[in-house]
T-cell receptor
Framework: QKEVEQNSGPLSVPEGAIASLNCTYSDRGSQSFFWYRQYSGKSPELIMFIYSNGDKEDGRFTAQLNKASQYVSLLIRDSQPSDSATYLCAVNPDAGGTSYGKLTFGQGTILTVHP | SQTIHQWPATLVQPVGSPLSLECTVEGTSNPNLYWYRQAAGRGLQLLFYSVGIGQISSEVPQNLSASRPQDRQFILSSKKLLLSDSGFYLC???????????FGDGTRLSIL
């Protein structure tokens, strides 16, 4: 069973702080990793993707990938109340190209940024 | 640019009634297409995916079915809805197997 685990939270941080969201995955052959943001009652929105070990930065967001330890994280700098949402980690195992882009999603971490 | 359309946005149906949800993608060709269901407070469950016209793979046994009559059209159906079919149904597309999936706005289905 291929699994993606996230701390369900809620994670509460003050405005302006760094929010750190973590995700671990079980399939060592996983190739691509995605972070989605989902506001209450809305559909998931892609915010970051990462394929290689290391850090990838986009504005206030940084994705970090460590394939040896099988974890991927998302850092949100200068957190704003508008960042309050559920953050979903998704992993594409793509073993030998047979996954057809199917993603395995974690259960999501609820983030609350309070003023 | 690519866009994905899903309708209706909300739907209330009686138990035992049929269902048809439609999803279309614009601005790309031969996309991979996916149907998910999200129960209240739960994660995303992949129901079906398709890599081409007429090609449907089912992930979980259930009373739902999917069809892909055209390259950029994906339909989710049921002949008789159950109470357990309630949820938030999401359609998504991707360009190829390593690309991100992009979601439509979803259909919130309530079964009475």
């Amino acid at each position: 069973q291929k699994e993606v685990e996230q701390n369900s939270g809620p994670l509460s941080v003050p405005e302006g702080a760094i929010a750190s969201l973590n995700c671990t995955y079980s399939d060592r052959g996983s190739q691509s990793f995605f972070w989605y943001r989902q506001y209450s009652g809305k559909s998931p929105e892609l915010i970051m993707f990462i394929y290689s070990n290391g850090d990838k930065e986009d504005g206030r967001f940084t994705a970090q990938l460590n394939k040896a330890s099988q974890y991927v994280s998302l850092l949100i700098r200068d957190s704003q109340p508008s960042d309050s949402a559920t953050y979903l980690c998704a992993v594409n195992p793509d073993a030998g190209g047979t996954s057809y882009g199917k993603l395995t999603f974690g259960q999501g971490t609820i983030l609350t940024v309070h003023p | 640019s690519q866009t994905i359309h899903q309708w209706p946005a909300t739907l209330v149906q009686p138990v035992g009634s049929p269902l048809s949800l439609e999803c279309t993608v614009e601005g790309t060709s031969n996309p991979n297409l996916y149907w998910y269901r999200q129960a209240a407070g739960r994660g995303l469950q992949l129901l079906f995916y398709s890599v081409g016209i007429g090609q449907i793979s089912s992930e979980v046994p259930q009373n739902l079915s999917a069809s892909r009559p055209q390259d950029r059209q994906f339909i989710l159906s049921s002949k008789k809805l159950l109470l357990s079919d309630s949820g938030f149904y999401l359609c998504a597309w991707s360009g190829d197997r390593n690309q991100p999936q992009h979601f439509g706005d979803g259909t919130r289905l309530s079964i009475l």
